[in-house]
């Protein structure tokens, strides 16, 4: 099992307290100790006391307490990295709902659709943006995008 620094400091601990009653010399002690930082698991640690006492003074390195990891709320899932939607349970795009309207409606050029990756729509509304309905049409297109349900070319909603 791994050890943290707190299983290591208290193996340095009851390496130093050996060293004080004269178990150990000065050069057996840092050897000892830079072994102790140096340990992976609890299994790297148990070498280190093996010559020396067991006695009811001596602070012994107990195992690590078991910690239970918290269960996730919602495991996860690689075909839905960024979750699923809770009505359709569609996987949800790597892409935003609020950041493409915003920018169709500030950017009203096609922006937010080459944002979503719809390039045909994109293209047309920045060719037609030379004349005033490629404006309208992409500044009425951010409402629908941040009202309605929009998605990206693979059909998959956009984040909220």
């Known amino acids: ?11 340095v601990r ?16 840092e050897e000892r100790t830079t072994a102790a930082y140096a340990a992976r698991t609890s ?9 020396l006492p067991h006695d009811e003074q001596t602070t012994t390195v107990l195992p690590a307490p078991t910690v239970a990891t918290p269960a996730r709320r919602y495991p996860r899932d690689p075909e839905a990295p960024y979750g699923r939607e809770p009505t359709t349970g569609m996987p949800y ?8 309207g915003v920018l169709q409606l500030l950017l009203p050029f096609g922006i937010g659709r080459f944002y979503t990756g719809h390039m045909g729509i994109a293209v047309a509304q920045l060719l037609l943006s030379f004349v005033v309905i490629g404006v309208v049409w992409a500044f009425i297109d951010g ?10 070319p693979r059909g998959r909603p956009l984040r909220p």
């Open 93 to 100: 795009s790597d892409r935003y709902k609020v950041v493409a």
């Open 1 to 11: 099992m791994r050890i943290g620094n707190t299983e290591r400091e208290a193996a």
């Open 143 to 152: 409402i629908v995008i941040l009202a309605g349900r929009p998605t990206d």
């Open 14 to 29: 009851a390496l130093g307290e050996h060293y004080a009653q004269g178990r150990l010399d000065q050069e057996e002690y």
């Open 43 to 51: 299994d790297d640690l148990v070498p280190l006391f093996e010559d």
